[in-house]
């Protein structure tokens, strides 16, 4: 606590001794000679007093307002924004996400039959439609998914093994249960039509050589003797899958196929059309060999 008396030394104008607030301390300002007391909490709060400019007393000021003969002292006033700091280090990096799982691959498609380098001149080339046989003729179907037993390749004999003129057989009322009905008509049924077609005519087929199946039968065309005469199905391909190779002629082609007991089925490789006609009929004959 300060007391003033005219005795001691007066703080004269404006000059006056700085007080120190602090939360929780009592400060003691004479006020006007009579002891005073102001008790300062740590808030905020805006604390005015007012300096006589001839005495220099203080007094608090409950209003925040003085007199023109007074200098206004303020006390917990916000001070001004101090210089921002320096920027922080950066954050040490997230762990990274894991990844997704990769889908499964797919299956391979793959090829149950692998072309054989047996084919072309001196069987050094694929196998393949269109390509020259080991028996010098033509291959007209590959079996790439070994769908038939027995068999890989299908080969057209060439046009200078072509038969003309050839009846199916001279026996109109011989009826071959093997080589009738779908069975008979089916890719792969050719060489077992032959044997059963020459087999069956014991008494007058083996003789007729002018027939379709003796012809391809007996044919050694390039050095193979195991030719026969195709099933409808085999001669469908052989005129599908050969057209403009193999020197075919515009007209029709016996199949080992029967459709009746007097009838026998035949391709044609003009329009590609397959027709029914009588045993005794003339047309073209077109040897096949598998293997």
Known sequence: MFKTKKSQVRIRSTHFGALMLTAGVIVGIAIGGVGGVIAVSSSSSKIVACANKTTGAMRYST????TKTETKVSWNLAGTNGTAGAKGETGTAGTNGTNGTNGTNGTNATVAITQLSTCGVGGTSLCKVGAVGPGSGFIFFV??????????????????????GKQWSSDTTNSLVAVTGWAGRAVGAGKANSAAMIASGATSYVGDRSGA????????????????????????LMSDNLQGVGGFAAGGYWSSSESSANGAWYQGFDFGAQFSAGKVNV???RPVRAF
């Open 283 to 285: 047309v073209y004959v």
């Open 143 to 164: 079996d790439y998914n070994d769908q038939y037993t027995g068999f890989d390749y299908l080969e057209a004999a060439p046009s200078s093994c072509e038969g003309t």
């Open 213 to 236: 199946a003796f012809f391809a039968e007996a044919s050694t065309c390039g050095l193979k003797d195991d030719w026969f005469l195709g099933s409808l199905g085999e001669m469908k």
């Open 63 to 66: 209003s925040g307002r003085c």
